[in-house]
């Protein structure tokens, strides 16, 4: 699998989806801390994404626990299969939804093009598709998305 850059929006919801529960923005930022990511960071590494589902795991499992990011490390050593359901979670994650916001990102991931959001409010207006940076784009949204990125 290659390595993938994904927003924190994105491997957020993927927490929250794996701990089944809502993630408060302190408890994420603290999360974020664990696993070493910058404090303004808008993108992380497929290991990092991964190092965060993790933690959101053993989180769900042991809730009073505390937890290292040596301690994410050894488990995901441990349990090699946990690594390879995360890494599927995330092209799940990737794949299955998006905000607007998150479009151009993956666009780029599929397409190999660099778009902006006011070059996708222009082409929503050309091909009379609607555009929102709120708004929930599932799978089939995403692929005509970015065919019209790879046609552009």
Not at 96 to 120: E, H, K, M, N, W
């Amino acid at each position: 699998m290659k390595n993938l850059t994904l927003t924190l929006d994105l491997v957020r919801r993927g927490c929250m989806d794996v701990y089944d529960n809502p993630i408060s923005d302190r408890t994420w930022r603290r999360w974020k801390r664990i696993v070493m990511i910058p404090e303004y960071a808008k993108t992380v590494t497929q290991e990092q994404a991964i190092a965060l589902l993790t933690l959101a795991f053993m989180k769900r499992e042991m809730p009073k626990a505390k937890l290292t990011y040596l301690k994410v490390r050894q488990r995901l050593a441990a349990y090699p299969e946990l690594d390879n359901k995360l890494s599927q979670r995330l092209i799940d994650i990737a794949n299955t939804f998006c905000v607007g916001t998150d479009l151009p990102d993956i666009i780029y991931q599929f397409a190999c093009r660099r778009v902006s959001i006011r070059t996708l409010y222009r082409w929503g207006k050309k091909y009379q598709i609607p555009f929102s940076t709120e708004a929930r784009y599932n799978h089939a949204d995403i692929m005509r998305w970015v065919a019209i990125a790879k046609s552009a």
